[in-house]
């Protein structure tokens, strides 16, 4: 069935860098883009961004353009979003999801990865 | 940016009762407008595509309408597990954005 896979939790210092992983599985991985979403504790969904697989081409908020990376590895179907200079407002739990291509609808969810930022 | 405001913010209901929550977007965004549920502690679930498709697997107390810039997703007959925050998204313009959120809670 389809599924994207995360990784686990993890914990940094203000100022540190943090790497989330996304694997897909049952499906063409180029043929669907990913998209990246966070949710700090007790709040709303915030878009981070996405990443067209079968080229690599990605888009995101202008509020993160200088922070986040976003790339993929089509051998292993694994995505990936990274997170530069950490501040503790970062904490929270981070999401990638499927992008149906026509029509942006994010239709297969990952579990969640909860990063902690603190000193 | 295209703003989505959704109304109300919480709604304490009784089981049975019809539920609807709209979602005003702040320009003309078509049909590009999807619904998600998110339990407490799961991850978000799609649950109505391009204002009004439903989802395979989704239950059909669950439906939505409208187009241009106001929505609607409405729960036929509310049941307890639907206790849940619902959220709006555009995937009209970059870049992407959601729904403040409105949160379900039975009584």
């Known amino acids: 069935q389809v599924q994207v896979v995360q990784s686990g939790a993890e914990v940094r210092k203000p100022g540190a860098s943090v790497k989330v992983s996304c694997k897909a599985s049952?499906?063409?991985?180029?043929?669907?883009?990913i998209t990246w979403v966070r949710q700090a504790p007790g709040q709303g969904l915030e878009w981070m961004g996405w990443i067209t697989t079968y080229n690599g081409n990605t888009n995101c908020p202008q509020k993160f353009q200088d922070r986040v990376i976003m790339t993929r590895d089509t051998s292993t179907n694994t995505a990936y979003l990274e997170l530069r200079s950490l501040r503790s407002d970062d904490t929270a739990v981070y999401y990638c999801?499927?992008?149906?291509?026509?029509?942006?609808?994010?239709?297969?969810w990952g579990q969640g990865t909860m990063v902690t930022v603190s000193s | 940016e295209i703003v989505l405001t959704q109304s109300p913010d919480f709604l304490s209901v009784t089981p049975k009762e019809k539920v609807t929550i709209t979602c005003r977007a702040s320009?003309?965004?078509?049909?590009?407008l999807h619904w998600y549920q998110q339990k407490p502690d799961q991850s978000p679930k799609l649950l109505i595509k391009?204002?009004?498709q439903s989802i395979s697997g989704v239950p059909s107390r669950f439906s939505g309408g409208g187009s241009g810039t106001d929505f609607t997703l409405t729960i036929d007959s509310l049941e307890a597990e639907d206790a849940a925050a619902y959220y709006c998204?555009?995937?009209?313009?970059?870049?992407?954005?959601f729904g403040q959120g409105t949160k379900v809670e039975i009584k």
């Open positions: 320009q003309n965004i078509g049909s590009s």
């Open positions: 391009f204002a009004s």
């Open positions: 998204h555009q995937g009209s313009a970059l870049p992407w954005t």
């Open positions: 999801a499927r992008v149906d291509h026509g029509i942006h609808a994010f239709d297969t």
């Open positions: 049952g499906y063409i991985f180029t043929s669907h883009g």
